[in-house]
C-alpha cells in the first residue's frame, strides 16, 4: 500500500520516544511514578489540544456523536498506558516492548467484528512477518513474570481497542477535529492520575525535572500518534497495526545511534547468536513491509 508509509513513520518517532521513557521511569522518586508520567503526559496532550481545537473548532465545528466516543477513548488510552509504565518502571524494556507485536493480531479480530475489516491472505503474511520479526528483535531468554504477562496482554487489547474505536468514530470526518477530540480525551483523562496523592507530589517537581525530556518525548509521540491516526483512517486498522509495531526495529537501530549519548540506553554485549537473531528480525520486518506495500 502506498500509504505504508505513513504507519512505519508513526512507529519510528514513536520507537524514539519509547526509547526516552526509559529514562523518565528511572528512580525512585515521586516524579518518576507511572501515575505522575501520566499525569504530565495528560497536561502535554491538554496544552496541544488546545492549540488545534482554537483552529479546528471555528473551521469545523464539532459533532457529539464523533466527538464524544472519540474523547472517551482516552480512558482506554490513559489506562494502557498506565500498564505499560508499570511494566517499564519495573522490568527491562526488551522484556515490555515484544508483547505490542499482539496489538495487530487484537487488532484484526477486532476490526473484522467492528468495521467488517478482513485483510487478504497475502497481507497477513506481511503481517506475520512484522509480528516475528518484532518479536526476534525484542525477546530475549528468561522467565516472563505473570503480572507482566497479565498487564501488558491488556494494555495491547486495550490500545488495539483504543485504535479500532478512533477508526470507526473518525472516518468520514475531518481529521484534525477527530484528533482534537483524541488528544482531548488522552489529556482529561491522563491528569486525572493526579487523584494519586504520589502524582500530586511528583507533578511539578517532575515538571521542573522532566519538561524537557518529556516535551521531546509527546512532542514526538504525538507527531507519530497523529500519522498513525491518518494511517488508521485510510487503510484497514491491522494492517496500519502491523506496520506500527515495527517499533522494536527503530529502537533496536535507536539504541545502536543513541547510546554514547544516553548511556541507560545501552544494551548487554550480545554474542554472535544474537545478532544472527536480531538480523534475522530486521530482514522479516523488511520482507514483511514489502509484501504489504505491494
Not at 83 to 90: D, E, G, M, N, V
Not at 96 to 122: K, S, Y
Not at 268 to 294: C, D, H, N, Q
Request: charged share 15%; aromatic share 10%; proline share 5%.
Amino acid at each position: 500500500m502506498t500509504l505504508l508509509w505513513l504507519a512505519l513513520l508513526a512507529s519510528a518517532l514513536c520507537g524514539v520516544a519509547n526509547l526516552l521513557d526509559r529514562s523518565l521511569v528511572h528512580g525512585d522518586a515521586d516524579e518518576a511514578s507511572p501515575m505522575t508520567l501520566l499525569a504530565i503526559g495528560g497536561a502535554i496532550h491538554s496544552v496541544m489540544a488546545l492549540f488545534l481545537g482554537a483552529w479546528t473548532m471555528p473551521v469545523y465545528g464539532l459533532d457529539p456523536t464523533v466527538f464524544v466516543p472519540l474523547f472517551l477513548n482516552g480512558a482506554i488510552y490513559s489506562l494502557a498506558i498506565w500498564l505499560y509504565l508499570s511494566c517499564l518502571k519495573t522490568e527491562d524494556t526488551s522484556r515490555v516492548v515484544p508483547f505490542f507485536q499482539l496489538i495487530p493480531l487484537f487488532g484484526l479480530v477486532m476490526a473484522n467484528l467492528r468495521l467488517g475489516e478482513l485483510p487478504t491472505p497475502f497481507d497477513r503474511i506481511g503481517i506475520a512477518c512484522l509480528v516475528a520479526g518484532g518479536l526476534a528483535l525484542s525477546l530475549k531468554r528468561g522467565v516472563v513474570r505473570g503480572r507482566l504477562a497479565l498487564f501488558m496482554i491488556l494494555a495491547a487489547g486495550l490500545i488495539a481497542l483504543s485504535d479500532v474505536v478512533f477508526a470507526e468514530f473518525g472516518r468520514g470526518h475531518a481529521f484534525s477535529g477527530a484528533v482534537f477530540a483524541d488528544w482531548s480525551g488522552k489529556g482529561v483523562f491522563g491528569l486525572l492520575a493526579l487523584a494519586s496523592p504520589r502524582a500530586r507530589r511528583g507533578f511539578l517537581p517532575g515538571l521542573r525535572s522532566k519538561i524537557g525530556l518529556m516535551l521531546a518525548g509527546e512532542v514526538t509521540y504525538a507527531i507519530g500518534d497523529a500519522l498513525f491516526d491518518i494511517a488508521k483512517l485510510v487503510m484497514p486498522v491491522a494492517i496500519a497495526q502491523a506496520a506500527f509495531c515495527s517499533q522494536p526495529l527503530f529502537v533496536y537501530l535507536g539504541v545502536i545511534l543513541l547510546a554514547s549519548r544516553f548511556p541507560s540506553l545501552r544494551e548487554e554485549p550480545t554474542g554472535a547468536g544474537e545478532r544472527i537473531r536480531k538480523l534475522t528480525g530486521i530482514l522479516l520486518m523488511v520482507a514483511g513491509g514489502i509484501v504489504l506495500s505491494t
